[in-house]
Structure formats: C-alpha cells, structure tokens
C-alpha cells in the first residue's frame, strides 16, 4: 500500500467518523420553552429544519409550540407531532400554534409530513 | 345608506349574551381604524391613483391606498370622525361594487389565554350581523374578521369582544396580506421555476457533453488529449458549469446548509456534495494536471456537473406536478363552493356571495343552479344531483321539509330553503376540514420508513466514502477516477425523496378519493386498520334497515285491536323513539284516537310505561313482560310467530294484564342484502347487532344472510359485545349511526357511522360515510384495501430500488461482471423513481368502486 493510498483512507476513515459523530450522536441541548401565565410556550422557525429542534418542557402543564414557516419547500409544508396527535399545515409566513398537555416524561419527536425534518420536545 | 348593523346580536349568538350591554353603547371614542376592501369593480389601473387621492380627500381619511393589481383598498381613517359609509359611497360613486364582496380586518385582542376563549370570541363576533368569518388566532393573539362593509357596525365588533370579556387593540397590527396562495398557485410556481433550472442545465450539457469527450465526438484531431487547446476548452467548461451548479443547482446547496444546521441530512446534502464533488475534482485536473501520476488521468466531469443536476431538477419538476394532481380532491372539494346565492330579503329577491347568506335566510334555487349552504326546503320540490358531496349517483327526490346540502346541484324544479348552516358550519366546510387534517396524519406503516430515513442520508455518505476509498486502495487505474466515479454515483443514486414520499402521497390521494364518493376517513391510521378488518358488526336500526318501523300486525286477547292500539299509542304519545313513533303513526293512520297520558318512562331496551286515562299502560318486549311477572298465556304463540317473521311484538299492559300485541317491523333498505353479500364474497365475517328479541334477530338474519346475529343487546352493552368479540381475537368494524352507538363506535377497531347526510363530524366515527349506505361499508374497506396495496407497492419499489441501486453503484459487480454504473444514469433512474412513486399514487386516483 502507497503513502497516498494509507493517507486517503485515514482521511476517509476521519470523515466517517466525523459524520457519525455530527448526524447521530451529538445532539442539540434544547431550548427550555418560556413560562408565561401557565403556558409553556416556544416559536419554532421552519426553515430547511426546526430551529430551535429541541424542545424542553415541563409535563403536567400546556404546551403551546408555535411554528413560523420561512420557506416555500413542500416539504415543510405540514408538521406532525405523532404522539399528541396533532397536525398542522404552516402557510409561509404564518405562526400557526400547535397546543397539548404532555403527561408522561419522555422525548416526543415532531416532524414534517415525510419525515425527513425532525425535533423533538423533551418532557421533563 | 342603510346598515343592518344596528339591531347587534341575531339569534346566533349565546343566550347570555341578552345580559351583556348593548354593544357599542361601552364603546369609547375609536383609534384610528384600517379596513381593507375589495374593490373588483376598478375598471382599469389608472383609475387607482385618483381613487386614492378622491378617499384621502375625505376629511377623516389619513391615509388611503389603492392597489389595482391585487384590487384591494386600504383605508386609514379615524371613525369618530368619518363612517364606514362614507369611504364605502366614494367607492361606488367610482363604480366599485363594494357590497357584493367581503373586506378583512385583522386587529390585536389582548387578555387571551385559553384555547376555550377563542371559539366563544369567534361565536361572539360572528353573531355581529354583516361578519361571516371571524378566526381567533391565539398564537399570535389576533382577530381576523371577514365581513360584508355595508351591513357591519365594527363598533359593534369591538363591543361584543369587550362583552366577552377582552379588549381589541387600537389599530390594526399590520395589514392584511391578500388571501394566502392556494396549494396548485404554489406548486404551478415551483414548477415554473424547477423547468427554468432544467432548460439551462440542459442547455449547457449538450456543449459540456461534447467537448468533455472530442475523441467520441470526432474532434481528435482538433483537440488532442493532453493537449493545451483541449485543457483550456475544458476551463471553458469549467466556467460554464458554474452556473449550472449555483444557479440549477442551488437550491440544493441552500437545503444542504439548512439541514447540515440541524444535523440532518437529506437529498440535497447527497445531489449537492456529489455535483460539487464532480465539478471541483475536474476544475483541479484543468488547473494543475501535474497532481496526477500520469497527463491522460487529469480528466473531466463536467458532463457529469451539468447533466446530474439537469436530471434531478426535471425529476423534481415532474414530482412536484405529480403531487399537484395527488391534493386534487381537496381541490375540487373547495371548487365545489358556490359563488352566489339569490335570497330573499325585504320581500325582494337579489344575489349576494354565498358566503354572506345567514342563518334563516331564505334561499331561491332554479334547476341547474348550485345550491348555496345548507338549508331546509319550505317551498317547492325538486331532484337534486348529492353526488359530489354524497357519492350518490341518483338525483334524490326532496320535498318540503327535507334537507338540501349545500354544494350539491339542483336539477328539475325549482324550490325555496331556509339556510340552517352556514360558513364554516356547512356540511361541505366540515367535510374540506376533515380531509385537509386526515391527508396530514400519518399511516402505523409509516413508523418504519421515519426511522430508516432518518438514518439514510449519513449513511449513504458513509458508504460512497466507503466505496471511494475501496476503489482508491484495491480498484484498477486509474484509481481516483473510479474512485470519485463511484462516489459521486453512491451518492447520486440514492433517493431517500422515494422513501419519504410512499406513504404520503398515497394517503393523500386515497383519504380524497374517499371523500369524492361520500366516505370521509378520519385519520391515516383509520385506513390503514380499515384493511385487516375481519369482522362487521352491523347494527340493525337505521343501518341495515331504513330504521323507520311502522305498525304490522295487532294481536287483540280478548278486547278489540282498535283498543290494543289506542292503549300502546296513547302511551307512546310521548315517546321519540322510532318504534314508539311508528306505533303512533300506526294509530293515527287507522282513525284511531288518542288518549291523554301521564308519568311516561321509558324502560331503556324494555319498552315504555305510562298512566293512560287512569290506567297504568306497560308496552314492551317479553323481558319486560316476565320482569314484572305479567302473564303472557296464549299470546306467547302468537309472539313466536311475529318475531320469526321478523317483526318486533310489543305486548300491551292495562293494569298488570296483557290484553294483546302491537306488532312493528322495520323494513330492510333496498340495498342491504347485496351488501352484506359483498361484504361476504370479501372474506369478511357479518354480524348484526339488535336489541331485538332473538327469534327476531334469526328471522332478519336469515333474510340478509349475515352470519351471526347478536340479539337483544341493550344499548348501553353494544360496546361491551365489541369488547366480547375483540377478546376472540377479531379486529372489527363497528356500523352504526353515531349517535346511540357512540361507544360502541368507538370501542370497535374502526367504527363506520352513517351520516344523515347533514352531520358528518361524528366524533366517535374513524370513518364516517355521508350518504346511509351500506355500500358505503364496501367501498370505504376496498379504498382501503387499495390504498395499503398502493403504499406497499411504493414501500417495496423504495426500498428495492435503493438495496439494489446503491451496491450496484458502489462497483459491488464489477469484480464479477465488469459492471460500473455511470453517474449520470444514477442520476436518471434517482429522478425517475421519486417521479415513479408520485405516479404510482396517482394511479389511485383511477380508484372506481366496485359495484355491490
């Protein structure tokens, strides 16, 4: 095996890891959602993903998660929260509210309608 | 000009809104106020400048806009000083048909806090007269009204909001755009500009292909390898592509940062990182050859640049069509609405758009006309033509009294209705609303596919890395030639939108082609267990039966049966119950009398008691009979005989003794025989639920042929023989109407309400069919049925098509046969198998039921 040969595949392997590391196992901390009048509330901005994608929020209390859509993709058109049943088509422009009351810890992912756009909300 | 804004609340609103104060009367000075109107009538764009200087000239105008493109006026003004009417006069003066269509406001309410509070705001500020729509945005803490500006006090609105308990803001937060672009404006866009980027990408492919390549191409002579004259061209190429790459291409390059943010990856990470790849590696053996061990491996792979991206985008383009035409029921649904209605008011009749009808308003409909909202007929008759919102294909005969659904086509006679819903109320509103939610909600069969796309793009990465790196170490020369070759075709072929799309689209397509034939599905998981389904219960009142008995026989023991049936109708005078109903109409239909009673009750699943003329009446089943240990005797027989014919006998009690038999049948709807027979020849196992007596039960079920008849279930057990079924390990399908049968509804794996054909939002219901048919049943599980098969068929071709597609690109064959996939055939077959699976959706749009 040349010096070339051994130098691309470090450089190779590196990568690999490097996207495995980024894609898979590193993960956002989370935006706490702000507490107004016993609401927890947080706006979302849809723009090639959820930003903020993390959610943090107490269980026991309303939920009220607010998306902004900035962008025309069909993609994004529509976001899903699977396990509080919720839907909801986002209109660019728009801030369309999502509400539910989470009961039970845990991470609840939302997505768009594909699912190739993913958050989550944390439960704590 | 007159304003019917004066008299405040109609009958609509709440009655406690008669305590709140008048509204307008607590209103306070205005702040400056802003409406936007709609002024359609504008005869040319010249006229909208002097319009707008001739408004701003009024004194209490501030500010007046004037757009003749999207023809709406805005107006700035203070209402202390100047009216509504008067802005409103100009603007017919200039020959602006202000009345005929509605203007928006959108104001701030403060003090909002709960989800509750905005359906009663919303109620509130609709019962002002003149306002057809008001929505409470709760997120944004906003009141958006749609109101006809000649018949609204907004003052009024103000009022009422402050009634309930809020306040609005001064002025409006921002203006009111005009109204959101409909789904099919969007995608023509997209379209629009998705070919754009194809033709130039193409266009530049055609030269890129040619020079890439002079020895095919019989330029060798012209420009020879490793020539200076070929290496500056291929610059020339260089600088061509780039456009292709940031212009074609770009959109992908924007997807993949936004994702690359949040750490996913998606198509346009793959398409992206594999067209720049190609491009820099080729820039890098123009510019300086001498990186490669031997002048003929500085290559390029423009060619690949151009024609990859041209592909994709036409593949994009293509899918982007295809998914316009799988929302097309939705499309059609809201293209059912009709523009305008003629009512009659102060005895006069004139046209308005037919979102301003209100409630009670009498509606004039001719044949051929569309009928505006929901209503109920007071004048005339005709056929109407319920297909499009009932899937019944035969004109239904209404007279007065019946129901007219709004949307649907009157065709022979001509009639008049009294509107009973209206706006988002109607049954057409209500069935728009739940199909746009169904065709969002996610199919179980999904989960999977989440999961494997939600680790597919790295992993693509992972492997065309992989696979550089393989060919680069053990692949012949030139090693990085093939070596890129097989990395950019990894990541090219993958098609991660083919995974995505499967079952979405299919469910769009399938949840819509279910509301065109009358069968709304409320969710995409209700469709999806709507296919393993193995058992029906029916329930027979009103589902198999027309569910409106009458009066067969009387049995007399030893009075006259004029008396047996004087004595049971009297009883149930006060009776709703169709059988008590049936009993009175029997009476009243031979001349027979009725007697005053009292102290009625109803035994649920018994029968009914009361005292008549001094008599304490039991009309009931036996059970009811033996419960309070009355002596049936010889009538025992003559019940046997009733009920093994299929009739219901209800014994007549006077004073603890049963003088005789009322006997009652419901009739079977015409086509529930043929339907149950379907649903057999479909491998489905029937059941018919009754409350009826057991000989009863057996004589019906033998006529229908249902399988198993479960007898004298009482309403309130209906769920818990679900319950006893499931326990036996059947997945079943509760029929019902929605309304008794609610739990059991909701017990059932799917339950199936038949719609009255005016209430379609039956909670409890997974499906809900709008016309009373049991053909409805069959169609609903053979649209399910199709549907599954359809998102199957794309799940398999999906996953086939990337298992095989990215070994095979990763160069798995060519140790074996020599086989080495190009990217730009890749590139084809990623295009076209996303564009494939739109397709294959699409076919559902074919879907036909089959006839009972």
């Known amino acids: ?124 | 000009m007159t304003t019917i804004g004066t008299h405040t609340h109609d009958t609509r609103t709440c009655p406690t809104c008669e305590a709140k104060p008048e509204a307008g009367t607590t209103t306070q000075r205005l702040e400056l106020q802003r409406i936007e109107l709609s002024v359609a009538g504008l005869s040319c764009a010249g006229d909208a400048a002097p319009l707008a200087a001739q408004l701003e000239r009024l004194p209490g105008v501030r500010e007046a806009m004037v757009n003749p493109v999207t023809e709406r006026a805005v107006v700035v003004f203070d209402p202390g000083a100047i009216g509504i009417e008067a802005i409103i006069g100009v603007l017919e003066e200039r020959g602006v048909d202000v009345g005929r269509t509605a203007a928006r406001w959108r104001l701030k309410v403060s003090g909002l806090k709960c989800a509750s509070c905005v359906r009663r705001v919303e109620q509130a500020v609709e019962g002002v007269p003149g306002i057809h729509d008001a929505s409470v945005n709760l997120a944004t803490e906003t009141l958006t009204i749609e109101y006809t500006p000649k018949r609204t006090d907004l003052a009024a609105v103000r009022g009422t909001v402050r009634a309930e308990g809020f306040d609005l803001g001064p002025e409006p937060i921002r203006p009111v755009e005009a109204a959101a672009p409909s789904p099919g404006d969007v995608n023509a866009r997209e379209f629009r500009s998705l070919m754009r980027k194809f033709w130039f990408a193409a266009a530049v492919s055609i030269p890129t292909i040619v020079f890439s390549y002079p020895t095919i191409f019989g330029m060798r002579g012209i420009l020879p390898p490793e020539s200076m004259t070929l290496r500056l061209v291929w610059g020339a190429l260089g600088l061509l592509t780039l456009p292709v790459l940031l212009y074609a291409g770009g959109h992908f390059y924007r997807g993949l940062w936004a994702a690359f943010r949040h750490r996913t990856a998606d198509m346009n990470t793959l398409i992206g990182v594999g067209i720049a790849a190609a491009w820099l590696y080729s820039t890098v053996a123009v510019l300086v050859p001498s990186l490669f061990p031997r002048g003929d491996l500085a290559e390029v792979f423009y060619d690949v640049t151009a024609v990859v991206t041209a592909l994709v985008v036409l593949g994009q383009a293509l899918e982007v069509k295809a998914k316009g035409r799988s929302s097309e029921a939705i499309r059609k649904l809201i293209g059912l609405q009709p523009k305008t209605a003629h009512v009659v008011r102060g005895g006069r009749e004139i046209e308005i758009p037919a979102q301003e009808v209100v409630l009670g308003d009498i509606v004039v409909v001719r044949p051929g006309e569309r009928i505006s909202v929901d209503g109920e007929i007071t004048e005339g008759g005709s056929a109407v033509d319920e297909s499009m919102v009932t899937g019944e294909s035969l004109p239904v005969e209404k007279h007065v009294g019946d129901p007219v659904i709004g949307a649907t086509i009157n065709k022979t006679g001509s009639f008049k209705f009294r509107a009973t819903k209206v706006g988002k109320d109607t049954v057409l509103s209500q069935i728009i609303r739940m199909v746009e939610q169904a065709q969002g909600s996610k199919a179980p069969i999904q989960r999977l596919v989440d999961l494997v796309s939600s680790y597919f793009a790295p992993a693509v990465m992972i492997l065309a890395l992989l696979g550089f790196m393989i060919w680069y170490t053990f692949g012949p020369q030139p090693a990085v030639a093939y070596a890129l070759i097989v990395f950019v075709t990894v990541l090219i072929i993958a098609c991660p939108c083919a995974l995505g799309l499967a079952t979405p689209t299919s469910l769009m397509v399938g949840i819509g082609k279910g509301a065109e034939n009358g069968i709304l599905i409320r969710s995409g998981q209700a469709l999806e267990t709507a296919h393993k389904l193995d058992t029906i219960v029916l329930d027979k009142t009103g589902t198999m039966t027309k569910g409106q008995p009458s009066v067969t026989d009387v049995v007399a023991a030893a009075s006259d049966a004029a008396f047996v049936l004087r004595m049971a109708a009297s009883v149930e005078r006060g009776s709703e119950h169709p059988l008590g109903e049936a009993i009175v109409a029997g009476a009243q239909s031979r001349g027979i009398a009725l007697g005053e009673s009292t102290a009625f009750e109803a035994l649920p699943g018994r029968g009914v008691k009361a005292v008549v003329e001094g008599k304490a009446v039991v009309l009931g089943n036996r059970r009811l009979m033996e419960e309070r240990a009355y002596e049936v005797g010889d009538l025992a027989a003559a019940a046997d005989r009733l009920a093994d014919e299929g009739k219901t006998p209800m014994f007549v009690a006077v004073d603890g003794k049963i003088i005789g038999i009322v006997a009652v049948a419901d009739t079977l709807k015409e086509d529930t025989v043929a339907a149950v027979r379907t649903l057999k020849n479909m491998g489905l196992e029937v059941v018919m639920l009754t409350g009826d007596n057991r000989r009863t039960a057996d004589a019906i079920a033998r006529a229908v042929g249902v399988d198993r008849a479960l007898a004298e279930v009482l309403p309130e057990t209906k769920a818990d023989e679900i319950s006893r079924l499931q326990a036996a390990g059947k997945r079943i399908a509760m029929v019902g109407d929605g309304i008794n049968d609610a739990p059991a509804l909701a017990r059932a794996d799917i339950g199936i309400a038949m719609g009255t054909g005016t209430d379609v939002a039956i909670e409890a219901a997974d499906i809900t069919l709008v016309k009373g048919s049991l053909r409805g049943v069959i169609t609903a599980i053979q649209l399910s049925r199709a549907t599954m098969r359809n998102i199957k068929q794309n799940l398999f071709g999906a996953f086939i098509y990337n298992s095989l597609g990215l070994p095979v690109a990763a160069g798995i064959l060519y140790p074996a046969f020599g086989i080495l996939l190009s990217p730009l055939i890749a590139a084809a077959a990623m295009a076209f198998s996303s564009v494939t699976v739109v397709t294959n959706a699409n076919r559902l749009r074919g879907f036909v039921p089959k006839g009972v």
């Open chain 1, 1 to 124: 095996m040349t010096l070339d040969k051994v130098l691309v595949d470090i450089v190779g392997l590196a990568t690999i890891g490097v996207i495995i590391w980024y894609f898979w196992l590193s993960q956002s901390r989370g935006v706490l959602a702000a507490v107004s009048g016993g609401m927890q509330s947080a706006l979302i901005v849809v723009k090639g993903g959820y930003t903020p994608d993390t959610i943090v929020v107490q269980r026991g209390r309303p939920v009220r998660l607010i998306f902004r859509r900035e962008e025309s993709a069909l993609c994004s058109e529509r976001v899903v929260l699977p396990a509080f049943d919720k839907s909801a088509v986002l209109p660019e422009g728009e801030e369309v509210p999502i509400e539910f009351i989470p009961t039970e810890p845990g991470e609840y992912p939302f997505t768009c309608h594909m699912g190739m756009l993913r958050g989550r909300v944390v439960v704590e």
